[in-house]
């Protein structure tokens, strides 16, 4: 069958359907549907038999998808068969690949965050990287996951990335050798005997239960003046996990809502008694790095008027993602809701705005080292 056999056939079946699920869409826009799949199919008819190469039909509908859910938001994606197969790799904590999340601008890839102690993040990738090639080939034209795939690969295989960054004229290249991603979202430590750090670099399923074991240790310390919560370059991940986290500083208070077009999505969540660290000072650090659950958890503690932000402003990652599986066992990464904050401002495309701004300074900054003013700040203050 030609593609315009198949759009003759399949489109009106397909919006017969869509007709009888939404029972809300009138005459006239009916006829526009119509008219807008009769000049799909005119275009595709077109392109099969002028293009000057043939076309991969499949290929075809893979594109027509993905230029779909692209124009919904950036974090909309299909992923087919192969790619979610590698996709739900990631959940188990160990996958191979560079260590950075990342988000689609402009028709480039844009880094959220390098994870800590990656390929990425030792190369010298930095949230807010816009990667333009990777192997020498432009990232335009290609779909988000398309460039995910490609930057995948074997363990001790190296790739070459070219990343346009704020404030330099000239594109840098990276040539980083692919690992194995081992994600350990907590780390701690005291800061002369009486600071305790706590440096969450992701939320995975057990990340609010490490971080209450490293509460623990450090409130033996009978002269612990106040805490560091370090959320630099911490792209998100799971929304109980951020909610369980807020909750660990909170004793009442809500701490974030969403919403959506369904009455399920609609829904809050409210902390419980038991601030874990007994009221003493908390300074939140968030950077431009500091993403979707990062931006919770900080909102929702200044907010709550538990904690003082510092640094810089977040990514403005304020949506829910929802993977639904297809029948061809790829599936759909789709918006379902948006995060808003207890005071009802939403994050998303905006972020979270520090109560004290501290940039980064200089090139050989690094997080968590003797070159990162701004723990040193935050240091300084809650010992001050």
Request: aromatic residues 8%; without cysteine.
């Given at each position: 069958?030609?593609?315009?056999?198949?759009?003759?056939?399949i489109?009106?079946?397909?919006?017969?359907?869509?007709?009888n699920l939404?029972?809300?869409?009138?005459?006239?826009?009916?006829?526009?549907?119509?008219?807008?799949?009769d000049?799909f199919?005119?275009?595709l008819?077109?392109i099969?038999?002028?293009?000057?190469?043939?076309?991969d039909?499949?290929?075809?509908?893979?594109?027509?998808i993905?230029?779909l859910?692209?124009?919904?938001?950036?974090?909309?994606a299909?992923?087919?068969p192969?790619?979610?197969?590698?996709?739900?790799?990631?959940?188990?904590?160990?996958?191979?690949?560079?260590?950075?999340?990342?988000?689609?601008e402009?028709?480039?890839v844009?880094?959220?965050?390098?994870?800590?102690?990656?390929p990425?993040?030792?190369?010298g990738?930095?949230a807010?990287?816009?990667?333009?090639?990777?192997?020498?080939e432009?990232?335009?034209?290609k779909t988000?996951?398309?460039?995910?795939?490609?930057?995948?690969?074997?363990?001790?295989?190296?790739?070459?990335?070219t990343?346009?960054?704020?404030?330099?004229?000239?594109?840098?290249?990276?040539?980083?050798?692919?690992?194995?991603i081992?994600?350990?979202?907590?780390?701690?430590?005291?800061?002369?005997?009486?600071?305790?750090?706590?440096?969450?670099r992701?939320?995975?399923?057990?990340?609010?239960?490490?971080?209450?074991k490293e509460?623990?240790k450090?409130?033996k310390?009978?002269k612990?003046?106040?805490?560091?919560?370090?959320?630099?370059?911490?792209?998100?991940g799971?929304l109980?996990q951020?909610?369980?986290i807020?909750d660990?500083f909170l004793?009442?208070?809500?701490?974030?809502?969403t919403?959506?077009?369904?009455?399920r999505?609609?829904?809050?969540?409210?902390?419980?008694?038991?601030?874990?660290?007994?009221g003493k000072?908390?300074?939140v650090?968030?950077?431009?790095?500091?993403?979707?659950?990062?931006?919770?958890?900080?909102?929702a503690?200044?907010?709550?008027?538990?904690?003082?932000?510092?640094?810089?402003?977040?990514f403005?990652k304020?949506?829910?993602?929802?993977?639904?599986?297809?029948?061809?066992?790829g599936a759909l990464?789709?918006t379902?809701s948006k995060?808003?904050?207890?005071?009802?401002k939403?994050?998303?495309?905006?972020?979270?705005?520090?109560d004290?701004k501290?940039?980064?300074?200089g090139?050989?900054?690094?997080?968590?080292?003797e070159?990162?003013?701004?723990?040193?700040?935050a240091?300084k203050?809650l010992?001050?």
């Amino acid at each position: 069958m030609n593609i315009k056999n198949y759009f003759k056939y399949i489109f009106p079946i397909v919006t017969i359907i869509i007709l009888n699920l939404s029972g809300k869409v009138y005459s006239q826009n009916i006829d526009k549907l119509y008219e807008k799949i009769d000049l799909f199919s005119e275009v595709l008819e077109i392109i099969q038999n002028e293009y000057v190469e043939d076309i991969d039909q499949a290929e075809a509908m893979d594109s027509a998808i993905n230029g779909l859910l692209q124009s919904l938001d950036p974090y909309s994606a299909y992923m087919n068969p192969e790619i979610f197969k590698e996709s739900q790799s990631e959940t188990s904590g160990e996958f191979g690949g560079l260590g950075i999340e990342v988000s689609m601008e402009g028709g480039v890839v844009k880094v959220i965050a390098p994870i800590d102690d990656t390929p990425a993040s030792r190369a010298g990738i930095k949230a807010g990287d816009y990667i333009v090639k990777i192997n020498a080939e432009q990232v335009r034209g290609k779909t988000l996951m398309e460039a995910v795939n490609v930057m995948r690969g074997p363990v001790g295989s190296s790739i070459e990335l070219t990343v346009r960054r704020k404030g330099f004229k000239k594109a840098k290249i990276f040539k980083i050798t692919r690992e194995i991603i081992e994600i350990k979202s907590v780390i701690s430590k005291l800061f002369d005997n009486k600071v305790g750090y706590l440096r969450l670099r992701a939320f995975n399923q057990n990340s609010s239960d490490q971080l209450k074991k490293e509460i623990s240790k450090i409130e033996k310390n009978k002269k612990l003046v106040g805490y560091i919560l370090d959320l630099r370059n911490n792209p998100g991940g799971l929304l109980n996990q951020a909610i369980e986290i807020t909750d660990l500083f909170l004793n009442d208070g809500e701490i974030v809502s969403t919403k959506g077009r369904k009455s399920r999505e609609n829904r809050k969540f409210f902390a419980r008694k038991g601030d874990k660290i007994k009221g003493k000072p908390l300074i939140v650090l968030i950077n431009n790095g500091s993403a979707s659950a990062s931006e919770i958890v900080a909102g929702a503690l200044q907010d709550q008027k538990r904690a003082v932000l510092l640094g810089e402003s977040t990514f403005g990652k304020g949506s829910v993602q929802s993977i639904i599986p297809l029948k061809n066992k790829g599936a759909l990464r789709l918006t379902i809701s948006k995060y808003y904050l207890p005071s009802g401002k939403s994050i998303s495309e905006v972020g979270v705005f520090p109560d004290i701004k501290i940039e980064e300074e200089g090139e050989e900054f690094s997080i968590n080292t003797e070159t990162d003013n701004q723990l040193n700040y935050a240091i300084k203050l809650l010992i001050g």
